[in-house]
């Protein structure tokens, strides 16, 4: 089955960009209704979704974050990428990339990857 | 609104039928999925779309949604269960939105 996997720095620091990578394994996203996406979640907060991308490149991200979110992909080796860039304390987070089913309303994130815990700090 | 709102915390005894609620106008239009989450743990959905289980996710829980409302439900809660659950859907612009969360104790 599909499994997802981040990678990245765990310590950045303020004003710095963020550049995580999630690897794809098991399968393909070869189903047009896929995308993968980006969610975070400050420790002891809840989920904040990021964007999504699909493999044809095709992007949306969130209206908080738009400004200073990039994310691409590399489907030769099943990678893709999130750049967050002007970063603060306040982007201190878990960070989860998950395979996004999206079709007729119908949303749901599966699989999840085991996350990533991004500090931002001097 | 965009936003999805759930009950902070919840406590149901074992054993016993527990419901979780995510209110938002948005629901009345997109379908709305559940995620449970258990502690240094990635989330697991648990719902989505039309009341629709993945594989290996236990006949006890269930989805619905009445107006603005949905709801899961946990019919016979085991300890196990014990969790954060979170909803998810989509605002008018379709964006992806999640709920607040809500802290399932089962005691």
């Known amino acids: 089955q599909v499994q997802l996997q981040e990678s990245g720095p765990g310590l950045v620091k303020p004003s710095q960009t963020l550049s995580l990578t999630c690897t794809v394994s098991?399968?393909?996203?070869?189903?047009?209704?896929?995308?993968l996406s980006w969610i975070r979640q400050p420790a002891g907060k809840g989920l904040e979704w990021i964007g999504r991308?699909?493999?044809?490149?095709?992007?949306m991200y969130s209206p908080s974050l738009k400004s200073r979110v990039t994310m691409s992909l590399d489907m030769s080796t099943n990678r893709f990428f999130l750049k967050l860039n002007s970063l603060t304390a306040a982007d201190t987070a878990m960070y989860y990339c998950?395979?996004?089913?999206?079709?007729?309303?119908?949303?749901?994130?599966?699989?999840w990857g085991q996350g990533i815990r991004v500090t931002v700090s001097t | 609104s965009s936003e999805l709102t759930q009950d902070p915390a919840v406590s149901v005894a074992l054993g016993q039928t527990v419901t979780i609620t995510c209110q938002g106008d948005?629901?009345?239009?997109?379908?709305v999925s559940w995620y449970q989450q258990k502690p240094g743990q990635a989330p697991v959905p648990v719902i989505y779309?039309?009341?629709n289980r993945p594989s290996g996710i236990p006949e006890r829980f269930s989805g619905a949604t009445s107006g603005n409302t949905a709801s899961l439900t946990i019919t016979g809660a085991q300890a196990e269960d014990e969790a954060d659950y979170y909803c998810?859907?989509?605002?008018?612009?379709?964006?992806?939105?999640f709920g607040g969360g809500t802290k399932l104790t089962v005691l």
């Open positions: 998950a395979r996004l089913y999206s079709h007729g309303g119908e949303d749901w994130f599966d699989p």
């Open positions: 098991g399968g393909a996203f070869k189903n047009y209704n896929y995308y």
């Open positions: 991308i699909n493999t044809g490149g095709s992007t």
């Open positions: 948005s629901v009345r239009y997109y379908y």
């Open positions: 779309g039309q009341n």
């Open positions: 998810n859907s989509r605002d008018y612009s379709g964006n992806v939105v």
